[in-house]
């Protein structure tokens, strides 16, 4: 029993993150400006801390939300990687390039 109920809370978060991905995306459609706006929304870390809180209790948030930080300034790396090399590289170096950014940025934290 208690596994199908993780399993109907994963689903609906699933569900959840899916929608937002495609707001975004069409927002990103309407205006490159709207759509960056919405993607730099804190919603994807609020909407994670809440199923993780739901299918695993306040306790596991709370251990989760401590490296959240650190892993946005990774995330903010990343991003900035992409950036310099999207113009210059393309799609797939630039995915490449901010993917690789973003592991070394995180990597310390688990060491910690």
Do not use: H, N
Not at 2 to 23: H, M, Q, R
Not at 35 to 45: I, W
């Amino acid at each position: 029993m208690s596994d199908t109920i993780f399993l109907i809370k994963a689903g609906l978060a699933f569900l959840v993150a899916s929608a937002w991905v495609v707001v975004t995306a069409l927002t990103g459609q309407r205006s490159a400006k709207w759509g960056g706006v919405v993607a730099a929304l804190p919603s994807v870390t609020a909407f994670s801390l809440l199923f993780i809180a739901w299918t695993q209790g306040g306790w596991a948030a709370s251990e989760t939300a401590g490296p959240l930080p650190a892993g946005l300034g990774a995330g903010a790396i990343a991003t900035m990687v992409y950036v310099r090399l999207a113009g210059k590289r393309g799609v797939a170096a630039s995915l490449a390039g901010s993917a690789l950014a973003w592991g070394i940025a995180m990597f310390p934290l688990l060491l910690i």
